[in-house]
């Protein structure tokens, strides 16, 4: 599978930096305790955090709210999935245990404050190209509603478009009969690619330890 960004995507954002990790042979299962209680520890730690300030002044959101409007999505609709993670925990309304990639998903997209998107390579066809979304596109998002994906940023193969920064597809959901996945992490523009490669590495050491298996992983920009 080759991953590329658009020459379009990377005309309107010239900074863009997206981490890919590929999973090869991994058991997706109930969440080990420790990253339970790190994933409950964390979002609780955020809610008193939150308390003091907006969710918009926390810098990966205000960086990924300034990318969605530059390719045409409006942030205050159509939120980074990052955004609508700090919005819940200000709330009080704490996630729950989903499954072991899930969760450490969320933690990990938390933690960084950047939305990340992982997917069944299975469920996938041929090649993925991450790119800004056209009329046509559009998808059933986890959410189980129907999605446009015109002027968001989104992933596709050759199936049509699967996964955004936005919300993904019930597609290529991760679930335990997961084997490989695909990881998609938008980075923080303001990073630097030292800076992006060893954030990315440490996600996938981290995965691994939970998921066994192995994994490859790049950055492109």
Same mark, same amino acid.
């Given at each position: 599978m080759e991953i590329?960004? #658009?020459?379009?995507?990377? &005309?309107? *954002?010239p900074n863009l930096k997206i981490g890919i990790l590929h999973y090869h042979n991994i058991e997706v299962g109930e969440s080990p305790q420790m990253l339970r209680g790190r994933l409950q520890t964390f979002q609780e730690s955020l809610f008193f955090d939150l308390e003091e300030k907006l969710v918009t002044d926390v810098k990966g959101i205000a960086e990924w709210r300034s990318i969605f409007k530059q390719v045409g999505t409006d942030p205050n609709r159509y939120r980074p999935?990052? &955004?609508?993670? +700090?919005?819940? *925990?200000?709330?009080? /309304? +704490? =996630?729950?245990?989903?499954?072991?990639?899930?969760?450490? /998903? /969320? !933690? !990990? #997209? =938390?933690?960084? &404050?950047v939305p990340i998107g992982i997917y069944d390579v299975?469920?996938?066809? %041929?090649?993925?190209? *991450?790119?800004? %979304?056209?009329?046509e596109d559009e998808y059933v %998002? *986890?959410?189980g509603r129907v999605i446009s994906m015109k002027d968001k940023i989104l992933s #596709?193969? &050759?199936? %049509?478009a699967f996964g955004?920064? +936005?919300?993904?597809?019930e597609r290529t959901a991760v679930t335990t009969d997961t084997k490989n996945a695909l990881q998609i992490v938008y980075l923080k523009p303001s990073l630097d690619?030292?800076?992006?490669?060893?954030l990315v590495q440490s996600l996938g050491n981290m995965f691994i330890q939970i998921h066994g298996g192995t994994f490859d992983y790049d950055i492109l920009n």
């Open positions: 590329t960004l #658009s020459p379009l995507l990377k &005309e309107k *954002i999935s990052n &955004e609508a993670l +700090y919005r819940r *925990i200000k709330k009080q /309304n +704490y =996630m729950n245990t989903i499954h072991s990639a899930a969760d450490l /998903n /969320n !933690f !990990f #997209s =938390m933690q960084y &404050e299975d469920a996938t066809r %041929g090649n993925v190209e *991450i790119r800004v %979304g056209q009329a %998002g *986890i959410n #596709s193969d &050759e199936k %049509g955004s920064p +936005y919300v993904d597809s690619l030292e800076e992006c490669s060893k």
